[in-house]
């Protein structure tokens, strides 16, 4: 590959790269970042720690959609989403929000982790309502806290496991649910789950509350049809959907409606996630400089 080449080829690794980060991160994603990683001072999290691996990985992007989809099946939960949250109209700055905190408590400063926490308890405990059924709700409750966050960590777990640059194993990811568990308890969660055995048999007692509200099936509709994105990038957004979908538990896309691909098409979905999560990989990762010019 010649100097041209490689040039072109950085320049797309940036280009790219910028858009992803900017959708995702939004116009002060950069600041952000700086001020995350930079600050000094103890953190929550050590390197090395699983929430680190997980949460820096481009399997995020499956498993946050997945997530999404499995906890709009609470449906207090996603009364209060629907009511209060304006996904529909600013599902961008939510999704930047979303993985701001996420960066924060994971890589931030135990200052600025804290922060963000009581940020976001400030905002749960202004978000009450009643639902079309006349069923009361309140963002606080920590039993719907607990719901969102086995939904959320669950669904991250899967999309690692499965899509990965670096799977941790068995006791790996016990100790990923560990992690989280500490950012659970800080907003609001009673004994959240602290490895993948209690986890799963958390979701098996949430099951009996869970229903596809006309909301839920809204929301559903949103996320995997009607996403607010160029033409351009709604190819590659199918594949992702499509594989969030494959990786949520049967009872759950049977509930909403969904049917994930079968046989040969499965796997197909599957390596289509695989080329997906290298490319947003690739793009994502600052590429190394260029060498030294020789010397004269």
């Given at each position: 590959m010649d100097e041209s080449q490689r040039g072109g080829r950085r320049y797309l690794r940036e280009r790219v790269g910028a858009t992803l980060f900017s959708r995702v991160a939004g116009p002060s994603g950069p600041a952000n970042r700086a001020r995350i990683h930079t600050?000094?001072?103890?953190?929550?999290?050590?390197?090395?720690?699983?929430?680190?691996?997980?949460?820096?990985?481009a399997s995020m992007f499956i498993g946050g959609?997945?997530?999404?989809?499995?906890?709009?099946?609470?449906?207090?939960?996603?009364?209060?989403?629907?009511?209060?949250?304006?996904?529909?109209?600013?599902?961008?700055?939510?999704?930047?929000?979303?993985?701001?905190?996420?960066?924060?408590?994971?890589?931030?400063?135990?200052?600025?982790?804290?922060?963000?926490?009581?940020?976001?308890?400030?905002?749960?405990?202004?978000?009450?309502?009643?639902?079309?059924?006349?069923?009361?709700?309140?963002?606080?409750?920590p039993h719907l806290l607990g719901w969102v966050h086995a939904a959320?960590?669950?669904?991250?777990?899967r999309a690692h496991e499965r899509f990965g640059a670096h799977p941790l194993g068995p006791a790996g990811y016990d100790a990923y649910v560990a992690d989280t568990a500490r950012?659970?308890?800080?907003?609001?969660?009673?004994?959240?789950?602290?490895?993948?055995?209690?986890?799963?048999?958390?979701?098996?007692?949430?099951?009996?509350?869970?229903?596809?509200?006309?909301?839920?099936?809204?929301?559903?509709?949103?996320?995997l049809r009607e996403p607010p994105l160029p033409r351009a990038a709604r190819p590659p957004y199918a594949l992702l959907a499509a594989n969030a979908v494959a990786l949520l538990p049967p009872w759950a896309s049977g509930l909403l409606g969904l049917r994930p691909a079968t046989g040969p098409a499965a796997a197909c979905v599957r390596l289509s996630g695989h080329a997906l999560t290298r490319s947003i990989r690739w793009a994502l990762t600052p590429p190394p400089p260029p060498p030294p010019a020789p010397a004269p």
């Amino acid at each position: 590959m010649d100097e041209s080449q490689r040039g072109g080829r950085r320049y797309l690794r940036e280009r790219v790269g910028a858009t992803l980060f900017s959708r995702v991160a939004g116009p002060s994603g950069p600041a952000n970042r700086a001020r995350i990683h930079t600050t000094p001072g103890p953190r929550w999290f050590g390197p090395g720690r699983p929430i680190r691996t997980v949460h820096g990985d481009a399997s995020m992007f499956i498993g946050g959609l997945s997530a999404l989809l499995l906890q709009s099946l609470h449906p207090l939960a996603m009364a209060a989403v629907a009511a209060h949250s304006g996904f529909r109209g600013d599902p961008w700055g939510r999704l930047q929000r979303t993985s701001t905190f996420l960066a924060v408590t994971t890589y931030g400063t135990a200052r600025d982790a804290q922060l963000a926490v009581d940020r976001v308890r400030a905002v749960h405990a202004s978000v009450r309502g009643t639902t079309a059924a006349g069923r009361e709700y309140h963002a606080a409750d920590p039993h719907l806290l607990g719901w969102v966050h086995a939904a959320e960590v669950d669904s991250f777990l899967r999309a690692h496991e499965r899509f990965g640059a670096h799977p941790l194993g068995p006791a790996g990811y016990d100790a990923y649910v560990a992690d989280t568990a500490r950012v659970a308890t800080a907003l609001g969660v009673v004994d959240p789950p602290r490895d993948r055995a209690a986890l799963t048999a958390l979701l098996g007692r949430y099951r009996p509350e869970l229903e596809a509200t006309p909301e839920a099936l809204d929301a559903a509709r949103f996320l995997l049809r009607e996403p607010p994105l160029p033409r351009a990038a709604r190819p590659p957004y199918a594949l992702l959907a499509a594989n969030a979908v494959a990786l949520l538990p049967p009872w759950a896309s049977g509930l909403l409606g969904l049917r994930p691909a079968t046989g040969p098409a499965a796997a197909c979905v599957r390596l289509s996630g695989h080329a997906l999560t290298r490319s947003i990989r690739w793009a994502l990762t600052p590429p190394p400089p260029p060498p030294p010019a020789p010397a004269p």
